[in-house]
């Protein structure tokens, strides 16, 4: 059996991380849009039917707040400089600007989507 060198171990680590970075926050909002459907439904709402829409439009809300102060779009960046112990300069500053304003225009992105889609769902259900 062969030993892994130490930055195959560390690929495989960041691999890891990354998977599980990317897989727990899809399932503990998923979680959280059960439990809100559940309670929702014993607090007296007749179908889940009308309370999807607000629950979309909830969920949509978390995605950009949790997205805009959580994630920080440029740890690569940030971490590349450290390492080289390079000092920070304008032309940083405006590249580290530019990757979290990406990532906070996703995560708008995003939530808005699940926004728009309740409120067309609450229009279209109205209708039926």
Do not use: W
């Not at 949509?60 to 960046?77: E, H, L, M, S, T």
């Amino acid at each position: 059996m062969e030993i892994p060198s130490p930055e195959e171990e560390i690929r495989r680590k960041e691999k890891i991380r990354t998977r599980f970075k990317l897989t727990v926050p899809p399932m503990v909002l998923l979680f959280i849009l059960f439990l809100s459907g559940v309670v929702l439904l014993l607090a007296g709402a007749l179908s889940i039917a009308n309370i999807f829409p607000l629950i979309l439009v909830m969920v949509g809300f978390v995605i950009i707040f949790f997205g805009a102060f959580y994630d920080f779009g440029a740890n690569r960046y940030v971490n590349n400089m450290f390492q080289s112990k390079a000092s920070l300069r304008e032309k940083d500053v405006v590249q580290i600007n530019r990757e979290q304003l990406i990532m906070t225009v996703i995560f708008v992105g995003v939530g808005g989507l699940y926004i728009l889609l309740g409120v067309a769902l609450f229009y279209v259900i109205a209708f039926f």
